[in-house]
């Protein structure tokens, strides 16, 4: 029988001398002794060798080409050109066809010599042949396809059809340069349980036969001490006995008996050892070959593999190779068993040179081949004691199963063969060592070659000393590191040091921008505001605490010094083969990590089934409480010690990365950095060229990393710019692939499936943030491989995390597969709704990614069903798409058939009792299906968009955009994907819509109770009452009691209206489709509007108890000073008199003294900057809260807390800035996308392209665009915060309605200037929500310093009164106390305070009237409704041309200007006679202050001398007694007024004099009559005088003035405008949608042909504009509807009524633009002239039209109203 080379394969016999490519010789020892070294002795050598040889370089030929003399497996150089980064991707399988396509490219006489001549057939086949190895397929498939094509095609070589897997596979090895290339090989070969071939002869001249223990790497790098190794080898009696196939029958080896490398076996067979590393506990070296031959190297590798794993012998050998007789070996079998027996317990130099400690001897299993029990029972005995000196523990007999008939009998007989080997190699097991480090592997196989290795005798045997398994250098330093650090009880900070500091720092940062002052009900009624302003005090100082100790983390992150586990990786990085010692150092770190990991999780999992335990609630008593106390404390120990646990490689080179980070220089002088020394630019150069060789070969790399998850830094960013730049000319850029799904789903698996990627895989939660894997693809693109963590986990962080997740690959993919287990679930899809959400308000993609769904797991692989799921999850996500206004394919790309379906993964069976595991062929075709979809999919989007630039030009573009991406997720993410689904945002904008109706309804009643019944109403009586009572007796009522008493009524009132509120809104939101959820949250936020109102009315209180409190200072004040002039009269018995110099002196003491505690207390009621500040942020949190369920940019804000608006001190560099501070550099890099200048220079360059030189647009030059497009937007921003903040300082308040509208001002007219008007002729684009922010912050800066000038102002104003009753303090100080005034003077003194006190109840009276008059234009105009309506139809209604222009430039304006007019009307028909009834009331009061003063000087008293006080210090006599005084005069009046008067007039006439008695000193009057006489004569000059009306025109024209802006403010409405025409909105109140009922042609407000320039007459009810297209922010042109769902949700649904209002109108508006259409083109220009003939025949009006210079009339009359100066024409 013949072999197919026409050899005996002697399969006759299986102890035939003769064997199939046997290698016929052998090597004995001469036995010389004890210490003597072994030497090799030629023993026989037969003539077959030559043929085995010439089999062998044939093969090497066919396979290997030219380069068979070039091959060596020598290590990869560190940043050396590495050809794997070229990597084949494979799309089809390899069939017949393709095979003979590879290898068949000539005439058949020349077919062998061109494969030769093209570097061999492996050259062509490696392709397919890794590719296998990446889905997990064997060779074997390859290996037939080769012999068919090989006996089909006489042309091709016929040692095609002598190979196998195994030599298919060294032909790979062979034809791979790189050695990380090969390692990769070889690990992927041994996971398809296959023998893996570790000696083999290498192609070459010598042909030599070579250890190959580089490929062992990955597998055998750490050593394990429960390993135990078989050594299987044989005599060449046995050579064709199957020795291989006897491990597969005994099951010994996992691996299938096709995947054995048994007969006919091929070239590579002889000589060589395969490995079977399939389980982990066993090894098992197949030895194929004679040790005792002439191949010494052989002889050499399995010696080593014997002494290094002390490994169990187990000899296969024939009964001939015993004697006959005496059972002793013959000479082949002796030798054997000495070389495997003796050496293994051979004493072993150390490292350094000393003898080192022996090893371990296991023992040698004899098995005698086709040998029955009964044969060799009768020399059993012999035997034994002949083998027992040479190592033999047990020697059986393994009879020829394949004469049996029985499989039964087979199957029992290889049972009882498999059972005692089992129970051998258990005992011997117990006394084994395991197998340590590969790099004592290396040393022991140098030593053998060296010569260097001696025999021990047998008695000396028990002597030696046993050596543990060892590790590498490597390995024991990373160890005594790890137990270092565990013993210290923080691995992980001892570790990394750096990274803790860092992680602290992210999760300050990320608490400091969530600490938002968010404001919350409060519990108590009386203390509501302050408790929020104290929650917010409290925040504001956590957060001061915060920034402190952030600082503090950043001094100690750049003083900590670099740890040794640092260190030691740094010396790995430095050693001459680095990527193998990082290869090692990942196998050592996961050993040491196995043990004390795998205890804890196993407790974490008790301790979990204990906590959800029946009987453990701590409800069951205190007992139990105690119990599940310490039971929770324990499990967060457990999290704890796991978290210290969780670290691997990635973590080395993120903390190296810190290291490197701080390294480098500051960006800026303050920053604070170590410098970087010679020495330290060569490590980061080594490590960036190491890390770059990794990264560069495929190697997966971390990119969001930690907890908080952070993208990595700029070292990371500096590899992947030098490994990504794209070559020499190469515009086509980067492909970008990424995998989202459940966690557990096998996404890892999937990708490593489909491009080969080496993402770790495992159960539960393997990859953390984000994985990335790069490489290049021959002739394709490079490719970018994204692997994300698990979304949908119960140990996730919730839907935001799963969002940002999905969002983040989403938006930076060109291709995302979405992978999972089982069918679509409605899980899914509501994730991919919120994500659309998100990316619509976001506007991060540059593309539209394409969805494409894996299903997995799927046995019934029927596409139908599963492409109907699918559509249907299509249409739903087109629904929620054009909810958001745009089409699905604006945001996303997904077919209807884009569903994949795979089987499972893994197969798997039972085998002896053992599970084993494989890789279906099922699941790898389908799976290289699913990638040549993968790159049709690529290749056709990039087709669809060739016409534009690459997305991602390079790698590091690729990640600065990702960078981006991941800020403004991190920052702004929250606001958008809190919620689950779309579902949820309608529900909780439907709740808004609710709680604002109840809201208002609350605040200012409901149509069937009235308005009365409103909160405001009710608390506008309440305090009008109060301010009536302390105006009407000032004197009488104690402030600070009145202000408890309001208080508290205001309190109880605002407590009824939230119990009535809330009751309101649980009968509106009753509807059982609002989820409990979403009410509790709405019901959380309808309490603050209430609260608001209640201290708005509390402030307006405030105004009026400050007013009445000045007044009453200023009482004080007075009292205070005659309280000092009575002091001085009765101390001087009204007789001393001051000189002028002393009286002034006396003054300005007492009056420093007094100012000074006036300012203190002033100060004191003055609110300071941080105050405003918490006012402030409370206001803009709760319009922020509300604003955000309003579509559009709305979105995006965030509640912020205080301390991100910082009060800069000047020339504070520490402190950030405001957007209008920053710098042209800070606005480029906070707030546009990085790379935007290059975006902006190839925009040129493709105009330069298309339209020539000559006609290139020189605005988007570099030099124009950086000096003008920022300083441009800048000023824009200027401009508009200039305008809020001038409003809000004329208004001195802040509320709610007006921070809202600030916001509404800040996203919807800023924002929208900035990104369409501004940045309109350039491609580049703002980073949305960073600017947005900006803004916002902007915003609240601007209204806190607003505020603050107003607290200065009244500050100012306070002092400037003072000031002024200073003067008149001090006039009536000096009258008293200096010596030559009399009567006279202090009468007319006397009047002129009794004048001046009487004022203020004229003022009164004047704010009085003027509240009435406001009273009665509210009823005029009493909403915008009405009053938009009004102007309408005073302007275009009435043909009023002059009107309709002031309409048309400024409607707001225009609209003030009617108000302003109904106002003066009402104020003429109203105020004159009002104001001649207050004059004729305060004219009566003087009267009767005259007739008052006559009675009391006819008053009888107490005769006496009559003595002038002042004359009387001339005369030297004292006054009498009996003379009377000014408190005399008072008293009379005050009782005068106690009287019954005749009416009601008169009695209020009499009670403002007797309230309104000026303070004064008690002076001594010495004449009654001239005093009396002189005050009347006084007190009628200014009765008859014109002061007074004068007072009363001026008083009541500023009282009118300011209650007609505060009623202006109420009925001025919203502000927004229709996006179509501009004409302004009309509903009141609080809303979220906007409408309005007459809309004007667009070309009223400038609107024109984009190409034309003609005027648009398109009315916005027309069929016209309803079926128009609409220029999106987006540069898409879309329908009427997609246009404002997409840029104006709120002005949806849109009016589109077609009856005879529209008509009316169009007729209206026609006229308008004849007779108003030159002002209006003069105005618009360069708009284009046109006027339809038959409008202008049927409109025109002569003499009335208006001209060109009407528009300045007009423009004047705009501008004053604008600055508060027009005023109505009587």
């Known amino acids: ?824 679930s409605r899980q899914l899809q509501d994730l991919l709704e919120i994500c659309l959400f998100a990316m619509k308000h976001l506007r991060l993609a540059r593309i539209q990614p394409r969805l494409a769904f894996v299903l997995r797991d799927q046995h019934d692989r029927s596409r139908t069903v599963h492409e109907d799921m699918l559509k249907q999850m299509r249409n739903h996500l087109e629904d929620a798409a054009r909810s958001l206004g745009s089409p699905l394919q604006d945001l996303i790309l997904l077919d209807g058939t884009a569903v994949f379906l795979l089987p499972s993964a893994v197969t798997s069976e039972l085998r002896q009792g053992q599970e084993v595991c494989w890789t279906s062929e099922l699941f790898a075709r389908e799976a290289l299906q699913l990638r040549a979809e993968v790159f049709r999919w690529l290749r056709e989007d990039t087709k669809r968009r060739s016409s534009e630039p690459a997305e991602f030009s390079s790698l590091v573009h690729w990640y600065d955009y990702a960078s981006a991406v991941w800020q403004t997720l991190d920052q702004f993410g929250q606001q958008l994907l809190h919620c689950r689904t779309m579902h949820e945002i309608e529900q909780r904008r439907e709740l808004a819509d609710v709680a604002k109706s109840a809201v208002r309804d609350a605040l200012d009643g409901s149509e069937a109770e009235g308005r009365c019944s409103g909160f405001h109403e009710r608390a506008r009586q309440l305090v009008d009452s109060f301010v009536h009572r302390i105006h009407s007796s000032p004197t009488r009522f104690d402030l600070d009691t009145t202000d408890m008493e309001l208080g508290r009524a205001l309190a109880h009132l605002r407590d009824d209206f939230v119990q009535q509120l809330e009751h309101l809104f649980e009968e509106r939101s009753s509807d059982p489709r609002f989820s409990a959820t979403a009410k509790e949250q709405a019901r959380q936020q309808i309490r603050t509007p209430i609260e608001w109102a209640f201290e708005n009315h509390l402030y307006t209180w405030k105004l009026h108890l400050k007013k009445a409190s000045d007044e009453r200072a200023m009482h004080e004040l007075w009292i205070h000073f005659t309280g000092v002039l009575n002091r001085h009269l009765e101390s001087s018995g009204h007789r001393s008199c001051l000189s002028e110099k002393e009286s002034h002196e006396l003054f300005a003491a007492e009056w420093h003294l007094y100012e000074a505690s006036f300012m203190e207390r002033l100060r004191g009621l003055n609110k300071d900057w941080q105050t405003l500040l918490h006012e402030v942020t409370l206001l803009f949190n709760h319009a922020v809260a509300k604003l955000q369920h309003e579509a559009g940019a709305l979105a995006l804000l965030k509640e912020v807390g205080p301390q991100q608006i910082v009060r800069r001190a000047v020339g504070d560099l520490e402190q950030p800035r405001c957007l209008t501070e920053q710098t042209d550099e800070e606005w480029e890099e906070l707030y546009f996308h990085v790379g935007w200048w290059g975006a902006m220079k190839m925009h040129g360059l493709a105009l330069l392209q298309n339209a020539g030189a000559g006609n290139l647009d020189t605005t988007l030059t570099g030099s124009t665009l950086r000096s003008s497009v920022i300083p441009r937007m800048r000023q824009a921003v200027q401009h508009g915060l200039s305008q809020l903040r001038s409003e809000v300082r004329a208004r001195g308040v802040m509320d709610e309605a007006t921070a809202a509208e600030g916001l509404r001002h800040v996203a919807n007219v800023i924002l929208h200037d900035l990104e369409t008007r501004l940045l309109a002729d350039c491609s580049a684009t703002l980073m949305r929500p960073q600017i947005l922010h900006a803004l916002h912050v902007a915003l609240r800066t601007t209204c806190v310093e607003a505020l603050e000038d107003v607290e200065r102002d009244k500050l100012e104003k306070a002092k400037a009164d003072l000031l002024a009753q200073k003067a008149l303090v001090e006039e009536h100080f000096l009258l008293i106390v200096q010596h030559n005034k009399g009567d006279v003077e202090r009468a007319t003194n006397f009047a002129t305070l009794y004048h001046r006190s009487l004022s203020s109840w004229l003022d009164h009276e004047v704010t009085q009237l003027a509240a009435d008059v406001r009273s009665q234009v509210l009823q005029a105009m009493p909403d915008p409704q009405r009053s938009s309506e009004m102007a309408f139809q005073m302007s275009f209604a009435s043909r009023n041309w002059p009107d309709v222009l002031e309409y048309v430039l400024d409607t707001n304006s225009y609209l003030e200007k009617q108000f302003l007019i109904i106002f003066h009307q009402q104020k003429r028909s109203f105020v004159g006679t009002a104001r001649s009834q207050v004059e004729k009331r305060i004219l009566g009061a003087y009267r009767l202050l005259q007739d008052v003063i006559g009675q009391w000087a006819r008053k009888e008293s107490t005769p006496g001398e009559r003595v002038d006080i002042v004359k009387a210090s001339v005369k030297g006599a004292a006054p009498s007694a009996a003379g009377r005084s000014v408190k005399e005069l008072k008293d009379f009046i005050s009782m005068h007024a106690e009287r019954i008067p005749p009416d009601a007039e008169t009695a209020e006439a009499h009670r403002q004099l007797a309230e309104r008695l000026p303070a004064t000193a008690d002076f001594q009057i010495a004449d009654a009559k001239l005093f009396a006489e002189t005050l009347q004569a006084r007190v009628g000059d200014y009765a008859v005088s014109a002061d007074i009306p004068k007072r009363l025109g001026e008083t009541l024209e500023k009282a009118l003035r300011e209650q007609s802006l505060q009623a202006w403010s109420l009925i001025r409405g919203c502000s927004e405008k229709c996006p179509l025409c501009g004409s302004k909105c009309d509903l009141v109140g609080e809303h979220s949608r906007h409408r309005c009922v007459h809309h004007l042609f667009p070309a009223f407000h400038g609107w024109m042909d984009r190409t034309t320039g003609l005027p648009s007459f398109n009315h916005c009810l027309s069929c016209d504009t309803r079926e128009g297209t609409y220029e999106c922010k987006d540069g898409a042109w879309r329908k009427l509807e997609e246009y404002l769902r997409s840029e104006h949700p709120a002005w949806l649904p849109f009016v589109t009524d077609s009856g005879a209002t529209r008509d009316r109108d169009v007729q209206l508006l026609r006229a308008a633009w004849v007779n108003c259409r030159e002002p209006l083109l003069e105005y618009f220009s360069p708009m284009t002239d046109e006027c339809p003939e038959e409008w202008h025949e049927s409109y025109f009006e002569e003499g009335r039209a208006l001209t060109r210079k009407d528009l300045q009339t007009a423009k004047d009359t705009i501008r004053k109203l604008r600055l508060r100066r027009w005023v109505p024409p009587d």
């Open 1 to 824: 029988m013949t072999g197919r080379n026409g050899y005996s394969n002697g399969l006759d016999s299986p102890t035939a001398k003769v064997a199939c490519r046997s290698c016929l010789s052998v090597s004995a020892f001469v036995p010389t002794g004890a210490g003597r070294f072994l030497r090799q002795v030629p023993w026989r050598r037969d003539a077959g060798s030559g043929m085995q040889s010439q089999g062998f370089h044939e093969f090497c030929e066919v396979m290997l080409g030219p380069q068979m003399h070039r091959v060596e497996l020598m290590p990869d150089e560190v940043g050396a050109a590495e050809p794997g980064m070229s990597c084949p991707i494979c799309l089809e399988e390899l069939s017949s066809e393709s095979v003979r396509a590879v290898a068949s490219k000539a005439p058949a006489k020349e077919g062998f010599s061109d494969i030769r001549k093209t570097g061999g057939l492996v050259a062509s086949l490696r392709p397919f042949l890794e590719d296998l190895l990446v889905r997990r397929q064997g060779f074997r498939g390859a290996v037939d396809l080769l012999g068919a094509a090989a006996d089909a095609d006489d042309r091709l070589p016929k040692i095609l059809t002598e190979i196998t897997a195994k030599d298919l596979f060294l032909a790979l090895l062979f034809a791979t340069p790189s050695r990380r290339r090969r390692v990769y090989l070889a690990t992927a070969y041994s996971a398809l349980r296959v023998p893996l071939p570790i000696v083999f002869r290498r192609p070459g001249a010598e042909a030599r036969t070579s250890l190959a223990l580089d490929l062992m790497h990955e597998l055998a790098c750490v050593p394990n001490p429960s390993r135990q190794l078989i050594l299987s080898v044989g005599t060449e009696r046995v050579a064709n006995a199957g020795k291989t196939t006897l491990l597969g029958t005994l099951s010994l080896v996992s691996a299938a008996d096709e995947d054995l490398d048994i007969r006919p076996s091929g070239p590579m067979h002889l000589p060589s050892c395969d490995l079977f590393c399939a389980d982990a506990g066993r090894w098992l070296v197949d030895v194929h070959g004679h040790l005792p031959c002439g191949d010494e190297d052989l002889r050499h590798a399995v010696l080593a593999l014997n002494i290094w794993g002390s490994a169990v012998a187990m000899v296969h050998c024939a009964l001939s190779d015993l004697h006959s007789t005496s059972g002793a070996p013959r000479k082949e079998l002796a030798a054997l068993l000495s070389d495997l027996s003796q050496v293994g317990v051979a004493a072993r130099v150390g490292r350094d040179g000393t003898p080192g400690q022996a090893l371990q001897r296991s023992g040698v299993v004899v098995l005698v081949r086709d040998t029955s029990e009964e044969v060799f029972a009768p020399r059993r005995a012999a035997i034994e004691a002949a083998l027992r000196p040479l190592g033999a523990v047990v020697v059986l007999p393994v009879e020829d199963c394949r004469s049996f008939r029985s499989a039964a009998r087979r199957a029992g007989a290889m049972e009882k063969v498999r059972s005692r080997l089992e129970e051998v190699w258990k005992q011997l097991g117990e006394k084994a060592r395991g197998t340590p480090s590969l790099e004592e592997l290396h040393r022991i196989h140098s030593l053998i070659v060296d010569g260097q290795v001696q025999r021990c005798p047998a008695d000396q045997l028990a002597k030696v000393h046993v050596a543990p398994a060892g590790r590498s250098k490597l390995g024991e330093e990373l160890n005594r590191i790890l137990d270092a650090a565990h013993r210290a009880g923080k691995v992980y900070s001892c570790l990394f040091p750096l990274s803790v500091i860092k992680r602290r720092l992210n999760a300050l940062g990320r608490s400091q921008d969530s600490g938002t002052g968010k404001s919350t009900a409060p519990q108590g009624a009386g203390s509501a505001g302050n408790s929020r302003l104290e929650q917010l005090r409290i925040e504001e100082g956590m957060a001061k605490a915060r920034a402190e100790e952030m600082r503090s983390l950043q001094q100690e992150l750049n003083s900590t010094p670099r740890s040794e586990a640092s260190s030691f990786f740094s010396d790995i990085l430095a050693s001459p083969n680095p990527l193998s010692g990082l290869a090692e150092l990942t196998r050592y770190l996961e050993d040491w990590k196995e043990p004390r990991v795998q205890p804890l999780l196993e407790r974490q999992r008790q301790l979990l089934d204990h906590t959800g335990a029946p009987g453990s609630s701590p409800s069951n008593g205190p007992s139990q409480q105690g119990a599940c106390d310490l039971l929770a404390g324990e499990l967060d120990s457990v999290v704890a010690e796991l978290a210290e646990l969780d670290f691997s490689i990635d973590s080395f080179w993120a903390e190296l990365e810190l290291l490197v980070e701080r390294q480098l220089p500051p960006k800026d002088s303050n920053a604070s950095g170590r410098s970087a020394t010679k020495a330290d630019a060569d490590a980061r150069a080594r490590a960036s060229a190491c890390y770059g060789s990794m990264l560069g070969s495929g190697q997966p790399f971390q990119l969001l990393h930690s907890r908080p998850l952070q993208m990595a830094g700029g070292f990371l960013r500096s590899v992947l710019e030098a490994i990504g730049s794209p070559h020499h000319g190469d515009t086509q850029g980067i492909y970008v692939v990424s995998v989202i799904g459940a966690q557990s789903s096998a996404k890892s698996t999937l990708l490593n499936f489909l491009f080969g990627c080496g993402f770790a895989v495992s159960s539960g939660r393997c990859t953390r943030g984000l994985y990335a894997s790069y490489f290049r693809p021959e002739g394709g693109r490079p490719m970018l491989v994204l692997d994300s963590e698990g979304l949908l986990s119960l140990g996730s962080e919730g839907s935001t995390f799963d969002g940002q997740i999905a969002l983040m690959c989403m938006t930076c993919s060109h291709l995302v597969l979405v992978n999972n287990k089982g069918e679509l």
